[in-house]
């Protein structure tokens, strides 16, 4: 029997992980602290998840495939006892989905025990590992996390603090890395020098919190301070807080696809609500392709900020017209082509008394394979809509991610196939619009044009080495900042 992913999740996009790491003063349990902010950061990563926490020098962990609940309860946590610890959530876009590969990192060397979490991925990951290997390391994973871990302990033997290795690693690091280490006395996060993936810091009283997002210091009861600077580092030891700046230099590549998709609606990320972003799409969408239609709706989740959105700038009514099963767990598999044809009704489902008869407008986040759309399209006109209009809060797909998006080859993305128009044909909808590219820094209120886009403009803003093209997209890169024409 041939057992496929359902289409529904192959066409969902996913980003790598989210990390969670915490210096409690006493104030904050670091465990179960750090247990409720990888709740809070669990949309960002279904595969696998761990907690490692130091007791006065000595570092523990638990770590496995399965989601936050399902790896940690009660039991577990209480063989879990410290002053600090860091937590990691994952999908893997680089290395196999397996535990070897889950994180927290936890690594005996010379100078003793580290602990690292890290979200993105090294564009220069696999020059390093050969490097290593040559010189006789021997790896225990296939992920980008353990070639920062060997670089930092690498630098560590001729370095005079833990601070001073990881700086030194950064300037061989190249890529996306939000990243948290954990030596016996200090908590450390770093930024890689474009920022490509979010970092924040939250505290309560002389507790300090490190987070993917701002949503996961809210689930500890943290209170925000600041995000952490592209290129910067923090450390947390007894004397408190310090930050080295020495590697920031002022470039921001925020990945855009943050505020469109990866990141949850009630987080803030460098100064800007993702909820309000979101909505600003969906008016952005409502001002460039107007439509006469009864109602708005949007597909859960993300899409249904940008719905809203669209409703306020278009006068056309909000309404939930689509209801979806968030209890079929992480993986869902069927056997035959005629299953997996239905199976986008046991994740989505319409409201009848909603779309019946109503000429609909339908906000959704990204097209990516069009292996879904259709069916979505499809499902609405048998609940009874009259007309169905797609408006996608997002620019069309045209290349590649390497920064920790699992955004596949040109091959497979559908806008490199088809123009937007016959998208919209082959989806079965009235009308489609795409968010227009040009208008990506309005849709965050033009406060930071700086953020990579690579994924829509092919301008990268880094450049990518010839391994890491090799089984995706080898020509045509235009490297640079990519919003150097905005």
């Known amino acids: 029997m041939n057992l496929q992913k359902d289409n529904y999740f192959t066409e969902e996009l996913h980003e790598e992980c989210g990390v969670f790491g915490i210096y409690s003063d006493g104030t904050l349990n670091p465990v179960y602290s750090t247990y409720n902010g990888l709740l809070a950061l669990q949309h960002r990563g279904q595969e696998s998840c761990g907690i490692a926490v130091n007791d006065r020098g000595v570092i523990s962990y638990r770590k496995d495939m399965g989601l936050v609940s399902e790896v940690f309860n009660n039991d577990v946590l209480s063989t879990l006892d410290g002053q600090m610890a860091i937590g990691h959530v994952r999908y893997s876009t680089a290395g196999g989905s397996v535990r070897e590969n889950a994180q927290p990192l936890v690594m005996r060397y010379v100078k003793g025990t580290i602990a690292i979490s890290h979200n993105g991925n090294l564009t220069n990951a696999v020059e390093i590992r050969k490097e290593l290997e040559h010189r006789g390391a021997i790896f225990q994973t296939t992920i980008d996390s353990e070639v920062i871990a060997y670089v930092i302990a690498r630098e560590r033997v001729n370095s005079h603090s833990v601070e001073e290795a990881v700086k030194r690693a950064m300037l061989q690091l190249n890529g996306a890395y939000s990243l948290l280490v954990m030596s016996p006395r200090k908590l450390i996060a770093a930024r890689d020098m474009q920022g490509f993936r979010p970092l924040c810091m939250g505290k309560l009283n002389n507790s300090i919190v490190f987070a993917s997002e701002s949503c996961a210091l809210d689930a500890c009861g943290a209170e925000f301070v600041r995000d952490i600077e592209p290129g910067e580092i923090v450390v947390v030891d007894e004397r408190g807080i310090t930050s080295i700046k020495d590697n920031c230099r002022n470039k921001k590549s925020l990945c855009i696809f943050e505020y469109i998709y990866f990141a949850r609606t009630d987080s803030i990320i460098d100064g800007i609500s993702v909820y309000e972003a979101r909505k600003e799409a969906g008016r952005i969408l409502a001002r460039t392709y107007p439509v006469d239609a009864d109602l708005v709706i949007g597909v859960p989740e993300s899409g249904i900020d940008a719905a809203i959105g669209y409703s306020e700038e278009s006068g056309i009514p909000y309404e939930k017209g689509i209801v979806k099963n968030n209890y079929i767990g992480r993986t869902f598999i069927k056997p035959s082509q005629k299953e997996r044809a239905k199976s986008v009704r046991i994740k989505l489902n319409p409201l009848i008394t909603s779309v019946k008869g109503k000429r609909v407008v339908m906000l959704d986040d990204s097209i ?16 009874g809509a009259k007309e169905v209009h797609l408006r996608i809060s ?93």
């Open 368 to 383: 990516v394979r069009g292996t879904t759309c259709d069916r979505i399209v499809s499902m609405l006109r048998d609940a």
């Open 394 to 486: 997002s620019p069309p797909f045209r290349w590649p991610c390497y920064y920790g998006t699992d955004i596949p080859s040109k091959d497979e993305l559908i806008a490199c196939k088809l123009k937007e128009e016959e998208i919209g044909k082959l989806a079965g909808a009235d009308s489609i619009g795409f968010l227009p590219v040009e208008t990506l820094p309005n849709m965050i209120f033009n406060k930071n044009c700086n953020f990579c886009d690579a994924c829509f403009t092919g301008k990268y803003p880094s450049h990518i080495p010839t391994q890491q093209l090799a089984g995706k997209e080898r020509g045509g890169l235009e490297i640079g900042n990519s919003q150097k024409n905005i």
